[in-house]
């Protein structure tokens, strides 16, 4: 049973300040923080982003989830379940958002029959292949005052957001799911193959992002401003699109804390092994080629995590 802990988080840039009147987003808490979630009300919606027409946009919510999915009928239905017993007893609002990413099986037919009166289940369709192009489009069409993405498997439990939602809410712009820091719980380790391949593929990825310990826990989340800010020029498309993403959230010089979270590897996963890893490394690569970007040194700071 996964419980809370006082561990280590790892912030970078200064610690947000309160959130208040006059707060800009790049200077502490983003804009809207200084409202209280299921108090306040959501944010307003925003503009459609150039190019996503305004019909596509979501009804507001304080935090939504996004969730790319490519044939998970065996999977989804049961964390489905999960996330909405969870949500429906917390005081913000929020909805989840399947991103169907090509699906030959049920997984579309099983999303349409699952709801909530509470937290609504949105399904997406995106034609472009990958779960970049799926989180971007989750993102640009996304209405939430907080936006992130979990794997449809839920290898990071849900109730990772106990955590995720204060540092949000107190002025962090970015909050990262990590499985390599202290505090971090691997409570279903992954297969000795894909331990070796994480580790050359994290080597790879601190050449682009130095100070980050873990860019590929499938648990990040943002608030609106940054997130759509960051995927607008993505290009990165396959399971190497984390990468790009961070180094663009470093980028806007934003307040980001890296947390610990219990990781449980799960069978049935779409990646393949051979394939995308090799595509994958490509990625990294390329963007190691072209990237001229250096992070400032991290800091370690008491934070809150999540272990067992």
Known sequence: MET???????????????????????A????????????????PAPEAWPGIPQALLRPPCDVEILIPAKNEARRLPHALFRMIRYLEQQSY??????????????????????????????????????????????????????VGYMDADLATPIETLDFIVPLLKGGYQAVIGSRHIGGATLAEPQPGRRILGGAVFRLLARRILP????????????????????????QVTGFAFDVELLRAVIALDV???????????????????????????????????????????WSRSPGIGFSS
């Open 211 to 234: 100070g980050i310990e873990d860019s590929q826990c499938g648990c990040k989340f943002f608030t609106a401003e940054t997130a759509r800010a960051a995927v607008s020029e993505l």
């Open 255 to 297: 307040n980001i804390v890296e947390i610990p979270v219990v990781w449980s590897d799960q069978e049935g996963s779409t990646l393949n092994g051979l394939r995308d890893g090799v595509k994958a490394v490509a990625d990294v690569f390329r963007l190691a080629r072209r990237s001229g970007f250096l992070c400032a040194g």
């Open 4 to 26: 809370a802990a006082t561990t280590q988080a790892e912030p970078h840039g200064p610690a947000p300040g309160p959130a208040g009147p006059g707060t800009s987003a790049g």
């Open 93 to 146: 609002t929020s909805s989840l958002v399947v991103i169907d990413n090509g699906s030959v099986d049920r997984t579309v037919n099983l999303v349409k029959r699952l709801g909530s009166g509470r937290v609504p289940i949105h399904l997406v369709g995106c034609a472009e292949r990958g779960k970049g192009a799926a989180v971007r489009r989750g993102v640009l069409t996304s209405s939430a005052r907080f």
């Open 28 to 43: 502490g808490a983003p804009a809207g923080a200084g409202r209280t979630a299921g108090t306040g009300g959501p944010a």
